[in-house]
């Protein structure tokens, strides 16, 4: 059971229906399966999800070629079998039929929302369209939400940098949504395939040393500390007894009236 409650209490739980096993399909290639012990094995996974390439041609022309249909609506690349029984793909990915047994093809995946990238993106990362402002959590960020992270390491990557405009003006659905920011994507903003690549922000400026933020450290410590005592001692108290009768003083209409 999958239970992940949304900010107006709305449980999503229990038997699955098939579209709600459709919806929760997109964990499967990381590592969702049906013995715990092969859960607990699983260590990492890869979401790749194609924002052009294999994406921008129709289906007929990559991965559900119609040979039985008319001239006029099959493509012009012929079938090719693949490594998996029954399945079959168009001749320009002569490879990918060869790793055909190490994948599924779900050819019934649509929806009826809106008609814009946004919502694609939506429903492919979350399960879920942006609907009554509640922003659904990515695969990954429910993940990190519900495995946690690595020491020292982040639960949940996104590179090489989020989804930009694509003509709405709604989430993409990268987000860790209404399970609050600790749960978003380490998200790199670096390009891994270029020559000059390096992790951003993991490495302070070179004329900062270690000695310089080991005295940041103590400094945010020292002021901390003393923050904590100021709000126990009774000057502290006072300030927010203070603080307090004039919030109520500013909301009551018999002190207006008056």
């Not at 500390?225 to 203070?242: D, R, T, W």
Request: glycine share 10%.
């Amino acid at each position: 059971m999958i239970r992940i409650e949304t900010p107006r209490g709305r449980r999503q739980s229990g038997s699955w229906s098939r579209r709600t096993f459709m919806e929760l399909g997109a964990l499967a290639p990381i590592g969702l399966s049906a013995t715990a012990s092969t859960i607990d094995s699983d260590r990492n996974g890869i979401l790749l999800f194609l924002m052009g390439g294999p994406s921008r041609p129709s289906h007929i022309d990559t991965f559900d070629p119609k040979p039985d249909a008319p001239a006029e609506i099959r493509g012009p690349f012929k079938p090719i079998s693949t490594r998996s029984p029954g399945m079959s793909i168009t001749e320009i990915f002569p490879r990918t039929a060869m790793q055909a047994d190490k994948f599924s093809i779900v050819r019934s995946v649509y929806h009826t929302s809106a008609a814009v990238h946004d919502t694609g993106h939506q429903l492919m990362q979350t399960g879920r369209a942006f609907t009554g402002g509640i922003e659904h959590p990515h695969i990954g960020c429910t993940l990190t939400h519900l495995k946690g992270s690595r020491e020292g390491t982040p639960g949940h990557v996104l590179l090489p940098k989020p989804i930009g405009k694509t003509g709405g003006n709604q989430p993409h659905g990268q987000s860790a949504g209404y399970l609050g920011r600790t749960h978003d994507p380490f998200i790199l903003n670096a390009d891994p395939g270029k020559p000059d690549f390096k992790v951003p922000d993991l490495l302070p400026p070179e004329y900062i040393t270690n000695v310089r933020i080991d005295r940041r450290r103590s400094l945010r410590e020292s002021v901390e500390a003393h923050m904590e005592q100021v709000e126990k001692s009774s000057a502290g108290k006072q300030i927010e007894e203070s603080f307090d009768l004039a919030r109520k003083l500013m909301a009551s209409p018999s002190t207006r009236a008056a």
